[in-house]
């Protein structure tokens, strides 16, 4: 008889699978990933741990109308087995078997995979497009992610204010930090910098959120 988890992740599949064929969509991308592409994500974000029960740092499903895969790099081959269900999801590695290779294996011409763009590289989408136009399989940027309209209690973006990061922990001052920036930008020549990682941002301005915590 299944577990009360194997009956959650069942339904938890099946509802979204059930959202995708009312999108028109054969397939849909799930990453451990937030907005900023950083390592860590809140729990808002923790949508690969929702759909399957893993909780490494790195990792991406894919969903399927008929089946469904987890990739893992070899930090994980074996905690993913302890914790995502054989039976609906298949076990791949990132780079000995890759994404690209499975969706070619399992879909047909014609089909589309969706993902949500905020949560992909530009270079990683376009790395996957490239194999998968060969075959006529199409990557469609969704507008609104799937999972997050069947996860019904999904936690709420962090709202937590934003605090100064007292000296005696921060070591240098905002403003020493930025003057140091500046010397670095002069000294390769450079105009301008973009910053993009909250926990760069973060350091910098010594405002420490908490999105995640420990971080």
Not at 96 to 108: I, Y
């Amino acid at each position: 008889m299944p577990t009360m988890t194997q009956r959650r992740m069942t339904q938890r599949l099946a509802d979204l699978r059930a959202e995708l064929k009312a999108r028109d969509l054969d397939g849909f991308l799930v990453p451990k990933a937030d907005e900023h592409q950083g390592e860590y994500v809140p729990p808002h974000a923790e949508r690969l741990a929702w759909l399957t029960g893993f909780t490494g740092s790195a990792g991406i499903a894919a969903v399927l109308a008929e089946k469904a895969a987890v990739f893992v790099d070899g930090r994980y081959t074996l905690q993913v087995r302890d914790q995502v269900d054989g039976a609906l999801f298949d076990f791949r590695h990132v780079s000995d078997a890759p994404l690209g290779d499975w969706l070619l294996e399992t879909l047909s011409d014609g089909a589309s995979v969706g993902y949500d763009p905020w949560l992909h590289s530009k270079s990683g989408i376009a790395r996957l497009t490239s194999k998968l136009s060969k075959a006529g399989i199409s990557l469609v940027p969704v507008d609104g992610n799937p999972l997050d309209k069947v996860w019904q209690d999904q936690p709420p973006r962090p709202v937590a204010p934003v605090e100064i990061h007292p000296m005696k922990y921060a070591g240098q001052t905002a403003e020493e930090k930025r003057l140091e920036l500046a010397d670095g930008l002069t000294q390769q020549s450079a105009d301008a910098v973009v910053l993009t990682l909250p926990d760069s941002i973060a350091w910098l301005l010594n405002i420490p959120g908490a999105d995640v915590p420990c971080t």
